[in-house]
């Protein structure tokens, strides 16, 4: 769910054009509202269910460029999705790891 704290903090990065695959929207069951929560929280910087590796490489990311920007969320019905926002920024894509 996205808080109110969360949406109150800025944009750290573009989206782009936003697609998303047919997985994903079924792991979302179709609800535009859970794939825009998620994004709004991918765009802040909340990352989900990240390492800290790679929590470390999306703020390198997000501060110097030049690098896709990735975050995974697990879903209470035990789906994955994840959110990859290209390094040039263009297009940001909501699919599964099944999908990648």
């Known amino acids: 769910?996205?808080?109110?704290?969360?949406?109150?903090?800025?944009?750290l990065f573009?989206?782009?054009?936003?697609?998303?695959?047919r997985g994903a929207m079924a792991a979302?069951?179709?609800?535009?509202?859970?794939?825009?929560?998620?994004?709004?929280?991918?765009?802040?910087g909340e990352g989900g269910d990240l390492c800290a590796e790679d929590?470390?490489?999306?703020?390198e990311a997000i501060n110097l460029g030049g690098r896709?920007?990735?975050?995974?969320?697990k879903q209470i019905?035990?789906?994955?999705?994840w959110i990859i926002t290209e390094a040039d920024r263009s297009v940001t894509t909501i699919l599964t790891p099944?999908?990648?």
């Open 28 to 44: 979302l069951d179709s609800d535009p509202e859970r794939a825009a929560a998620l994004l709004a929280r991918h765009v802040r």
């Open 1 to 11: 769910m996205v808080t109110q704290a969360l949406l109150d903090r800025p944009a």
């Open 98 to 100: 099944e999908e990648y």
């Open 68 to 73: 896709r920007v990735m975050s995974v969320y």
């Open 55 to 59: 929590r470390l490489l999306n703020t």
């Open 14 to 21: 573009d989206l782009g054009l936003i697609c998303a695959t």
């Open 77 to 81: 019905e035990g789906e994955t999705v």
